[in-house]
């Protein structure tokens, strides 16, 4: 049987809410933990979809983590075979670095609660037909990606300008993050408390982001669930043609 292969780059960053929905969908996954050190797979074969998840690493960080190129090498191959491919943030920025575009500081950084809205090219995607024009997401990062060739821009804020794009129907990459749960809110504070350091007017405090945390997860689950599954169908398909 195939599976989808989830790539987990940190202990904190766990597939989330998105694992709830493959499990809802009886889609079987397997998360491989680049940062235990397991080896990434040499070819596709029993592969029907691939998702990386999120990191505090820069994808452009190639040297410290040797495992980030072969890993990009993957996702092309995984992208020419029409096979669906998603990425959520430091995922997203692999896609767009992995398909000919870049990856460099955002010009500021972003972490907590913030909206964001479509971009007139992405009013008619199918991602986003079941969605309203502007909702909130979260955010952690302080990188943000380009546009790679092909790619359609789906998703913008004020603070960064590319949060999502999508390339033909199997290909998703967020910058931000709907796959969050609030007990993965609750962990990144401890985690990641040194990220919180930054004056930049879009980080919030620990007890901003955790205020209401479980009506504001539970809004985000319901927006999630409609983002995701045009890209759970192509998944529940498998291979399409490139």
């Known amino acids: 049987m195939s599976e989808i292969l989830i790539l987990q780059h940190a202990e904190h960053e766990s597939p989330g809410f998105f694992g709830e929905l493959l499990r809802e969908h009886d889609l079987p996954f397997r998360i491989l933990r680049l940062d235990l050190g397991e080896a990434l797979p040499t070819d596709l074969?029993?592969?029907?979809?691939?998702?990386?998840?999120?990191?505090?690493m820069s994808v452009n960080d190639e040297q410290a983590y040797?495992?980030?190129?072969?890993?990009?090498?993957?996702?092309?191959?995984?992208?020419?075979?029409?096979?669906?491919?998603?990425?959520?943030?430091?995922?997203?920025?692999?896609?767009?670095?992995?398909?000919?575009g870049t990856v460099g500081p955002n010009p500021v950084k972003e972490i907590g609660w913030h909206a964001v809205e479509r971009t007139p090219a992405g009013a008619d995607s199918p991602f986003l037909r079941e969605l309203p024009r502007r909702f909130e997401l979260f955010h952690w990062h302080g990188e943000a990606f380009s546009l790679p060739p092909g790619a359609v821009h789906l998703l913008r804020n004020?603070?960064?300008?590319?949060?999502?794009?999508?390339?033909?129907?199997h290909v998703l990459a967020f910058q931000c993050h709907p796959e969050i749960t609030a007990e993965m809110v609750r962990d990144w504070c401890g985690e990641m408390a040194a990220d919180l350091a930054s004056r930049d007017p879009a980080v919030q405090s620990p007890a901003t982001m955790q205020q209401d945390l479980e009506t504001r997860a539970g809004h985000l689950h319901e927006i999630a669930r409609r983002l995701y599954a045009p890209w759970l169908a192509r998944a529940r398909q498998g291979r399409i043609a490139p």
């Open 45 to 56: 074969d029993g592969i029907r979809a691939l998702v990386m998840m999120g990191g505090p």
């Open 66 to 100: 040797p495992w980030l190129a072969p890993e990009m090498a993957l996702i092309r191959q995984a992208v020419a075979a029409g096979l669906p491919t998603l990425g959520h943030c430091l995922g997203g920025q692999l896609i767009s670095k992995a398909l000919g």
């Open 158 to 169: 004020e603070n960064c300008e590319r949060q999502a794009f999508s390339i033909g129907e």
